[in-house]
């Protein structure tokens, strides 16, 4: 790997991690989902870093001929774990709405019967 591109991963990692974290700091960005952006941002930090570890961890554990592989798997996994965790709060917060709709429905059903008897 070259300098250019250890240094563009560098800084793009930190770039990243400074972002999440302004964000997190604003309250605009809940700390459960800066998790992951700050894991990816380390491990964007880490490849030229530990670039020897990532070659021998892709060609002699994980039988790949070319370590470059090893960057997309694992960024692809640390997406698919974040869409596994938006998929599990859209699913919480679709059963709390059915909540709230038949809470409001039997409030106006309620709120039209005390009408009726007004």
């Known amino acids: 790997m070259g300098i250019v591109m250890k240094t563009l991963l ?6 990243f991690f400074i972002f ?3 964000f997190v700091r604003k309250n605009s960005f809940r700390p459960s989902y800066a998790v992951l952006w700050i894991f990816i941002s380390m491990f964007l930090i880490s490849i030229p870093l530990f670039e020897s570890f990532y070659s021998w961890l892709a060609s002699s554990v994980m039988l790949m001929k ?3 592989n090893i960057i997309y798997i694992a960024l692809i996994g640390f997406l698919l774990v974040y869409i596994f965790y938006l998929t599990i709060r859209i699913t919480r917060m679709s059963d709390q709405i059915q909540k709230l709709i038949s809470l409001t429905a ?7 019967r005390l009408k009726k008897e007004l």
Do not use: P
């Open 10 to 15: 560098i800084i793009t990692g930190l770039g």
């Open 106 to 112: 039997i409030s106006e059903t309620k709120i039209n």
């Open 66 to 68: 070319d370590a470059r």
């Open 20 to 22: 999440v974290l302004l």
